[in-house]
């Protein structure tokens, strides 16, 4: 089977090419480059010791879509592509809507032009918003607290209408929680252009030395030590994921909204007291005021993903960490 993958050189994207192209898929990757490198390319094809065709292409440009989905013959598509600053979704809600909706109606057209219908689409627990109740299923009400959230939930919208406009289409749109983790080479991980937002690669750049301390947003929540709680997921698990939802939508149409977490909550100490062992330092933290639009804690009910894919996450959190030292401690070994 042929699989394009769109934003294939990110964090979440190259981890997954490699899975897939272990278990035989044959893999294609569409990236624009605006939030990673040439360089993971070659890297992939280093993991795997396969081809890989890359090509550097925005998915908001359909006729060149076509193009390369006729090429390839592509079965199905895997849609990493997209933004995902919350901060910067509040300040440039355009740029937002434009990239991450109009982008993936774009890929659906160029789709629909060569006849595929076998999707899978990027999305995140943060269209679920304030919690009514935890863990967050799949039929929790839906009020995304930001300007991204409400991108992936309108993506997640017309994804479903797609669906019931045709019986052709089968669809899975995978809520990720916290990815975290890198692959076991030390080859690839999460490469963020500028400062980090989020925690994982923060704490990397801290015991680098690349970051002078590490912020604490909050130690004053109702929560286990009083820091944010989530459910940080090994990016391979996630990888993995992806594979069983690719078998299931060979085999069921329709649209199908799944949970990919742990169903483990953790706090921002328990990250860094694991991630300390991980790579043998203290992380110098300074305690900060909450973080806005954050929220005290929320993990997954991964039910339906067991039921539905058979699928669980297996890697526990001081493999998360070990993994995502070991990457950024070469990335520091070849500057
Ligand atoms: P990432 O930024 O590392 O990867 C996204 C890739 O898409 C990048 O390589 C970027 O260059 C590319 N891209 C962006 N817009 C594009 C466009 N218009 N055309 C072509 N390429 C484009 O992010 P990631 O962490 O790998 O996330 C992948 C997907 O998962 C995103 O859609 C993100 O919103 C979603 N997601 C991520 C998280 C997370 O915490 N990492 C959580 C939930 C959901
Ligand atoms: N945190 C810190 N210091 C930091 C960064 C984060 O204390 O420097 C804390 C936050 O306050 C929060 C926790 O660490 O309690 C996790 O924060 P992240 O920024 O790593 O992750 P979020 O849960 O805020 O959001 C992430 C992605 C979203 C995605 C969501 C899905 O950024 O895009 O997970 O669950 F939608």
Partial sequence: MNILLTGGLGFIGSHTAVVLAEQGYQVVLVDNLCNSEIETHANLELI???????????????????????????????????????????????????????????????????????????????VYGVPQYLPYDEDHPLVPMNTYGKTKLQAEEILQDVARSDSRWSIAALRYFNPAGAHESGLIGELPKGVPNNLMPYVCQVASGKLPYLNIFGDDYDTKD????????????????????????????????????????????????????????????????????DLPIYFACADKAKDLLAWHAKRDLQSMCDSSWKFQANLAKNL
């Fill in 48 to 126: 795997t010791g396969k081809e890989m065709p890359f090509h550097e292409l925005d998915i908001r440009h359909t006729t060149a879509l076509v193009r390369i989905l006729k090429e390839y013959q592509v079965d199905a598509v895997i849609h990493f592509a997209g933004l995902k600053s919350v901060a910067e979704s509040s300040t440039e809600p355009l740029k937002y809507y434009d990239n991450n909706v109009g982008g993936t109606i774009s890929l659906l057209e160029a789709m629909k032009a060569c006849d595929i219908y076998h999707f899978i689409f990027s999305s995140s627990a943060t």
């Fill in 226 to 293: 009083g820091t944010g709680e989530r459910d940080y997921i090994h990016v391979m698990d996630l990888a993995e994921g992806h594979v069983a939802a690719l078998r299931f939508i060979e085999k069921n149409i329709g649209f199908y909204p799944i949970n990919l977490g742990t169903g483990i909550s953790c706090s921002v100490y328990e990250l860094i007291n694991a991630f300390e062992k991980s790579a043998n330092c203290t992380i110098v933290k300074k305690v900060q005021s909450r973080r806005s639009g």
